[in-house]
């Protein structure tokens, strides 16, 4: 950011001496400075604004440097979702630079529970944000006068930021309640319709769908396929299973989006996939494919799709879905809905130079059709290494193999929510 500013006193004698207001004109804009009446000047006018001169070259403008505002927002950020990437993006538009912490896996535990990502996961998913400038590892769940002191000093941060819900310590206290005192706080807006606790119950409820004890404690991801995966499957398939209350707008999309399209002759490298319950393996492949190219654009199915060709149905809304991808620093434009098969058409509507696709599979494909067949005849299709094993189902698994841990840690985060949701009121934001 930089600030303009006039200097003073030595450029109206440097104008003065300019050859282009040599003489008579130079006294004149001098007099005028000076605040003498044009009377003097047999009424001729003499405009006093300096933004009547734009030619003259009197005006020396000086550039100061200017120190960026630094805000500062922390949190778990475990599943990450287009809430938390919303969240950031808020802040972000509070500030210059976004410094992001990441709270520790042991101060997780001690005050929400069990965390699903590890920190590793964690810090893929922060750091892959578009808003995202820096990350701090291991932070404190609570604000303390120490930690708060640290960022004041050691990252020089202007505002701690946080959403309009409570964050309450075990003891019952406001976690930002130091930051609030000294005048350091600002509050955003909470993107409405989902969290982390809401998808971990989305998980579980799909386990009270399926027959007995035996599938609530042994079923896993649906792509190695056992019986006890296709029960997990098609249990998400109920509509008690969908807990989404998320009400895609027009003006959210636009908030996530770059806004831009490929400049001409860039390399248009295309991937799809569902992107469900968005993970450290998403990140990091959508970095690999934007590598091969000028211009990231992904394609995210819709849920018909998914339960058609992959055998099961996603966690999350094809809306919500879109916005996690669009989200990452690397995309720069999703086809919301993308075709099963890349056909001809929509490589030449694109003008896609590259079609890629990872190594690792959410789930079997019932599909005979191969929905590369056309790019891999134009030979612009490329396999490349994915680098991480983790699915959306592998995460889903942790949480199912933990059922009791997780309903217990759920039931107790559900009732803050309810709190939360029964004495909200209307906050400003977006």
Same mark, same amino acid.
């Given at each position: 950011?930089?600030?303009?500013?006039?200097?003073?006193?030595?450029?109206?004698?440097?104008?003065?001496? %300019?050859?282009?207001?040599?003489?008579?004109?130079?006294?004149?804009?001098?007099?005028?400075?000076? +605040?003498?009446?044009?009377?003097?000047?047999?009424?001729?006018?003499?405009? =006093?604004?300096? =933004?009547?001169?734009?030619?003259?070259?009197?005006?020396?403008?000086?550039?100061?440097?200017?120190?960026?505002?630094?805000?500062?927002?922390? +949190?778990?950020?475990?599943?990450?979702?287009?809430?938390?990437?919303?969240?950031?993006?808020?802040?972000?538009?509070?500030?210059?630079?976004?410094?992001?912490?990441?709270?520790? $896996?042991?101060?997780?535990?001690?005050?929400?529970?069990?965390?699903?990502?590890?920190?590793?996961?964690?810090?893929?998913?922060?750091? +892959?944000?578009?808003?995202?400038?820096?990350?701090?590892?291991?932070?404190?769940?609570?604000?303390?006068?120490?930690?708060?002191?640290?960022?004041?000093?050691?990252?020089?941060?202007?505002?701690?930021?946080?959403?309009?819900?409570?964050?309450?310590?075990?003891?019952?206290?406001?976690?930002?309640?130091?930051?609030?005192?000294?005048?350091?706080?600002?509050?955003?807006?909470?993107?409405?319709?989902?969290?982390?606790?809401?998808?971990?119950?989305?998980?579980?409820?799909?386990?009270?769908?399926?027959?007995?004890?035996?599938?609530?404690?042994? &079923?896993?991801?649906?792509?190695?396929?056992?019986?006890?995966?296709?029960?997990?499957?098609?249990?998400?398939?109920?509509?008690?299973?969908?807990?989404?209350?998320?009400?895609?707008?027009?003006?959210?999309?636009?908030?996530?989006?770059?806004?831009?399209?490929?400049?001409? +002759?860039?390399?248009?490298?295309?991937?799809?996939?569902?992107?469900?319950?968005?993970?450290?393996?998403?990140?990091?492949?959508?970095?690999?494919?934007?590598?091969?190219? $000028?211009?990231?654009?992904?394609?995210?199915?819709?849920?018909?799709?998914?339960?058609?060709?992959?055998?099961?149905?996603?966690?999350?809304?094809?809306?919500?879905?879109?916005? &996690?991808?669009?989200?990452?620093?690397?995309?720069?434009?999703?086809?919301?809905?993308?075709?099963?098969?890349?056909?001809? $058409?929509?490589?030449?509507?694109?003008?896609?130079?590259?079609?890629?696709?990872?190594?690792?599979?959410?789930?079997?494909?019932?599909?005979?059709?191969?929905?590369?067949?056309?790019?891999?005849?134009?030979?612009?299709?490329?396999?490349?290494?994915?680098?991480?094993?983790?699915?959306?189902?592998?995460?889903?698994?942790?949480?199912?193999?933990?059922?009791?841990?997780?309903?217990?840690?759920?039931?107790?985060?559900?009732?803050?929510?309810?709190?939360?949701?029964?004495?909200?009121?209307?906050? %400003?934001?977006?």
């Amino acid at each position: 950011m930089i600030s303009m500013e006039f200097e003073t006193n030595n450029w109206i004698w440097e104008g003065v001496n %300019s050859p282009q207001l040599f003489g008579l004109g130079g006294i004149m804009i001098l007099a005028a400075v000076l +605040g003498l009446s044009t009377s003097y000047f047999s009424g001729i006018p003499i405009p =006093f604004q300096p =933004f009547y001169w734009p030619d003259l070259g009197i005006l020396h403008k000086k550039k100061r440097g200017k120190r960026p505002v630094r805000v500062y927002m922390d +949190g778990c950020f475990d599943l990450m979702h287009y809430g938390h990437a919303n969240a950031l993006r808020q802040a972000k538009s509070l500030g210059d630079v976004l410094v992001v912490g990441v709270v520790s $896996d042991e101060e997780i535990v001690a005050n929400k529970g069990p965390p699903v990502l590890s920190m590793e996961e964690r810090l893929i998913l922060v750091s +892959g944000l578009k808003w995202v400038d820096e990350v701090i590892t291991n932070a404190p769940y609570e604000i303390t006068e120490e930690f708060m002191n640290t960022l004041f000093n050691k990252y020089n941060i202007d505002y701690i930021i946080h959403g309009d819900d409570p964050c309450l310590l075990p003891d019952g206290t406001d976690a930002y309640g130091l930051a609030k005192k000294v005048g350091r706080y600002k509050q955003i807006k909470r993107t409405e319709g989902v969290s982390s606790t809401n998808i971990v119950a989305r998980i579980l409820s799909s386990l009270k769908h399926m027959d007995g004890d035996r599938t609530s404690r042994n &079923s896993s991801g649906c792509e190695q396929g056992d019986a006890d995966e296709k029960t997990l499957a098609e249990a998400n398939d109920s509509p008690k299973s969908q807990l989404s209350h998320f009400l895609p707008t027009s003006r959210r999309i636009v908030q996530f989006s770059n806004g831009k399209g490929p400049l001409p +002759g860039a390399r248009v490298v295309y991937i799809d996939g569902a992107f469900d319950l968005f993970h450290a393996g998403h990140v990091e492949i959508l970095r690999s494919a934007r590598q091969l190219g $000028d211009f990231l654009l992904v394609g995210v199915h819709n849920d018909q799709t998914i339960s058609q060709r992959r055998g099961c149905h996603p966690i999350m809304h094809l809306h919500e879905r879109s916005l &996690s991808v669009l989200a990452c620093r690397y995309v720069d434009e999703v086809i919301i809905g993308a075709p099963w098969e890349v056909s001809r $058409d929509m490589i030449a509507t694109f003008n896609i130079s590259l079609v890629v696709h990872g190594t690792v599979v959410e789930c079997n494909s019932k599909s005979d059709i191969d929905p590369y067949a056309t790019p891999k005849s134009m030979g612009i299709f490329r396999t490349i290494e994915s680098p991480r094993n983790t699915t959306s189902m592998s995460v889903a698994r942790r949480i199912i193999d933990n059922y009791e841990t997780y309903e217990k840690r759920n039931l107790k985060k559900n009732a803050s929510e309810e709190r939360y949701y029964a004495e909200k009121k209307f906050v %400003s934001g977006d």
